[in-house]
């Protein structure tokens, strides 16, 4: 290229070659020069590199202080409105976190768990926070069994005993004393303000609860909250007030996690499950626990992966599936054609079988988490892949058929002034959770009891995976696939990712970091691009829409079976380079925004 240009030069104006230049520069060179001098100076010196390339069909939002990446604008507006009063990103992070329980009541929560990831420039320590549910102490293996030993419909999804014991309140007061460096006063106020004096509507909510109204409705006191009078529905730009919301955050706010884990409100949790025949008591509450654990930590190609360990299946299978793809080329196959996508899905079922039988609450079962992340490991795995033909996944394990997770969970991501980072996704499982609202406090319920196995080992598999690893017991944490991501690059942060979307947050999270280091994207246009996902069970790929059906083809001649369906995932991205911040918030979900200052 440097010689094209050389010959150009001899032949042209030094401003025609200076725009000519900017056509060459590749897609993922990423720094400053906003507008482009008139008369640029002729320099042997390279160009400085530009924030937006032509080369790119996506940019991502640019600041030079600091960033935050949210599934919801108002969320995504207090975390900047944090971070510019001088609060760090674990300020931000809790106040987004109860902000969204506000604005996004689909997924963020105060009834529900998840996991943080914090990244502390100062030492360059990456810090887990484990704030998932647990199982109340009242839980047994075989709880959603008839005396058949069949599994009964909706106990683990729409029932009391769905609910599991909410760890959000919890998990975000031990990131706010341990890591921030505001008060719960200011980093509640925004969300209190919110929920009292209502929200705008967005089309994006209108839509959500009108597609859960029959679900929802099934409940009165969520009947109550989330639809108007006689059902009718909200509609986009309507006042939405969340007034016993508000009071509970300001009880939380008064009072710290004890106004939430004891007193009035855990009782009404308490009294609400019990109602709807759940067994968690107020005890459960009061004896929760927030575990602070080691983050799983990998390499890929020369930059180092730190994700989520169990309860978490996340971290330890993106680092398994990186690993098994560090042995090919994949920069030379091309982005998503048939010899990528169908070495991304023999990575990928490889990993999603061993999950299965593997992967639990490493607080209650052994979990071989080193071999798993171990290259030897995936070196042995990758010489069973035929680059030709798929493997069937019946002859990785025997039969199963797994099914899909629902898809309701938010990530935000953010990083300060300083470096300091968080990654943070957490949940109430499916939309909206089991759908129940605990009497008088507006706070919606997780079910994320379903995402043990109810039926353990059984061939078609209940819950989120079928392993014995995962059977239910009092206390444990359910598996999880949430994987709040951090890559550091030379020693520096780099990239703070993650996702929702079930099980297919592993795959979605691996393939934006590998969009990013493998094909040189933007994080705009490496968010953008069309995903796919194998999961070992079903045996088929997993496709959104924008592959050609040329490659569709291809795949299907090396014996894959292809299905289309909704999108997946909602990352929520930020890469940091010199010359700053770059945000990237998921198109697929349309209220989400990235900001920076
Ligand atoms: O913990 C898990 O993996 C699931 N409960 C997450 C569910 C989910 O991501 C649904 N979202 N989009």
Not at 244 to 255: E, F, G, K, P, R
Not at 258 to 280: C, D, L, P, T
Request: proline fraction near 5%; hydrophobic fraction near 35%.
């Amino acid at each position: 290229m440097h010689s094209l240009i050389r010959k150009i030069n001899k032949k042209h104006n030094s401003a025609f070659t200076f725009l000519l230049m900017l056509c060459f520069i590749p897609p993922n060179v990423l720094a400053t020069t906003v507008s482009a001098p008139i008369n640029p100076p002729v320099t042997s010196q390279p160009l400085q590199p530009a924030i937006y390339s032509k080369m790119s069909i996506h940019h991502p939002v640019w600041a030079e202080h600091g960033m935050v990446a949210t599934q919801e604008a108002l969320a995504t507006q207090i975390g900047l409105d944090i971070l510019k009063q001088g609060g760090n990103a674990v300020d931000a992070a809790v106040a987004v976190g109860y902000a969204l329980a506000v604005t996004l009541p689909r997924a963020g929560n105060l009834g529900g768990g998840g996991f943080m990831l914090v990244y502390l420039a100062n030492s360059k320590k990456v810090i887990a926070i484990d704030y998932r549910e647990k199982a109340p102490s009242g839980a047994s293996r075989d709880m959603y069994l008839d005396q058949a030993g069949e599994v009964i419909p909706n106990l683990s999804t729409y029932h009391g005993l769905a609910v599991g014991t909410p760890g959000t309140v919890m998990g975000l007061e031990h990131a706010r004393k341990h890591y921030g460096t505001l008060t719960r006063e200011q980093l509640m106020a925004p969300s209190i303000k919110l929920a009292k004096e209502g929200i705008i509507v967005t089309a994006d909510l209108a839509n959500s609860l009108t597609a859960m109204q029959k679900r929802l409705s099934q409940w009165p006191e969520t009947q109550r909250i989330f639809y108007k009078k006689e059902g009718i529905n909200y509609q986009a730009g309507d006042l939405f007030i969340q007034t016993d919301l508000a009071n509970t955050l300001t009880t939380i706010s008064q009072q710290g996690e004890k106004g939430f884990y004891q007193g009035e409100i855990a009782q009404a949790i308490a009294n609400s499950v019990q109602e709807a025949k759940g067994n968690m008591s107020i005890k459960d509450l009061q004896q929760y626990n927030v575990v602070e654990r080691e983050a799983i930590k990998g390499s890929y190609r020369g930059v180092q992966i730190y994700s989520m360990p169990p309860p978490s299946s996340g971290g330890v299978h993106i680092v398994q599936i990186l690993n098994m793809l560090e042995n090919y080329d994949l920069t030379s196959m091309g982005h998503n054609s048939a010899q990528h996508i169908h070495t991304l899905a023999e990575t990928m079922r490889r990993a999603y079988a061993d999950r299965s039988l593997h992967l639990g609450d490493s607080d209650f079962v052994k979990v071989p988490v080193n071999t798993l992340t171990s290259k030897k490991y995936a070196k042995q795995l990758v010489a069973g892949i035929n680059p030709d033909h798929a493997t069937s996944s019946k002859d990785i394990q025997p039969d199963a058929n797994l099914p899909y997770e629902s898809d309701q969970t938010t990530h935000f991501s953010i990083i300060d002034q300083w470096g300091n980072a968080v990654s943070n996704t957490y949940t109430l499982n499916y939309s909206y959770g089991s759908g129940m609202v605990a009497k008088g406090t507006g706070v919606l319920l997780n079910n994320e009891m379903d995402d043990f196995s109810a039926k353990p080992g059984h061939p078609n598999g209940y819950g989120l995976i079928g392993g014995e690893a995962n059977a239910i017991a009092p206390n444990k944490r359910p598996l999880s696939s949430m994987s709040p991501t951090i890559v550091l690059k030379d020693e520096q942060l780099f990239m703070v990712t993650g996702t929702p979307g079930g099980s297919r947050i592993i795959s979605s999270t691996l393939q934006l970091i590998s969009n990013v280091i493998d094909f040189n994207m933007n994080i705009a246009d490496a968010t953008a691009a069309t995903r796919i996902h194998h999961q070992w069970l079903p045996d088929t790929i997993r496709i959104e829409s924008g592959l050609s059906l040329d490659t569709i083809r291809l795949l299907e001649a090396k014996g894959h079976e292809l299905q289309l369906k909704q999108t997946m995932g909602s990352t929520q991205s930020i890469i940091k380079q010199k010359s700053g911040f770059y945000g990237a918030s998921d198109p697929r979900t349309p209220s989400s925004l990235s900001l920076g200052y």
